[in-house]
């Protein structure tokens, strides 16, 4: 089964490709994919190509952050549609519903799950590839953009508890550190974000309940 992505998951991979002496276009010809997809963020390509383009060239670099440099910048625009959805929901609540229902539309190959447990929410990713194979870079590159849109609703004065990866840890945990700016941990059963339950309950002053309706019929 294919599944596809928003060539957006893209954005900067070029720039970091560079930095690293790194031919981007060579790179994503060699991957199968359009070159287009370093300039039309809307191409809806194939996911395990994408994540596969993704890790060989943090191989190639010889930089276990190349995912998480890509994305540093990032901006609540970089999801598409889902992000005027988002951004009027009511509560942090309503924000996950929403990612859990129609991330698909971003990304076929990312699942969002959430589970409460006592006084912490777990923020699950897993993405669905091709024969089980475990994307690294992809991982980590879907939780800081999950965290990045998640702080960007709730405001720059709030912290999750951690974030938690399945695999081992880079040689240097300081990229790691800068950009997710929270305590990263490894060696975990899940992949996601673990923050406080009553986070969940945490209004947004700016949300239109109406918008947020229009942009769940758009959805």
């Not at 006592?118 to 800081?144: K, S």
Request: one cysteine or more; aromatic letters at 6%.
């Amino acid at each position: 089964m294919t599944r596809l992505v928003r060539s957006a998951s893209l954005t900067h991979f070029a720039e970091i490709a560079a930095q690293h002496g790194l031919n981007a276009l060579e790179l994503v010809t060699e991957a199968g994919l359009p070159t287009a997809c370093l300039s039309h963020p809307d191409l809806k390509i194939d996911a395990q190509l994408t994540l596969a383009l993704i890790e060989q060239a943090a191989a190639q670099a010889g930089d276990l952050a190349f995912g998480v440099r890509m994305g540093e910048r990032r901006r609540m625009s970089n999801i598409g549609p889902l992000a005027v959805a988002l951004r009027d929901e009511p509560t942090l609540q309503h924000v996950l519903d929403v990612l859990v229902s129609h991330i698909r539309l971003h990304n076929e190959a990312l699942v969002i799950q959430t589970e409460r447990l006592g006084d912490v929410v777990v923020i699950r990713l897993d993405l669905l590839t091709n024969q089980g194979r475990y994307f690294r870079q992809g991982t980590e590159l879907a939780t800081l953009v999950t965290l990045q849109n998640i702080s960007l609703f709730m405001g720059a004065q709030w912290r999750p508890r951690m974030v938690c990866f399945a695999h081992v840890p880079p040689p240097s945990l300081a990229v790691h550190r800068r950009l997710f700016g929270v305590p990263v941990e490894f060696g975990h059963d899940f992949n996601g974000i673990v923050c406080n339950s009553s986070d969940l309950h945490a209004p947004n002053p700016s949300a239109d309940p109406l918008m947020a309706r229009y942009a769940e019929q758009f959805l």
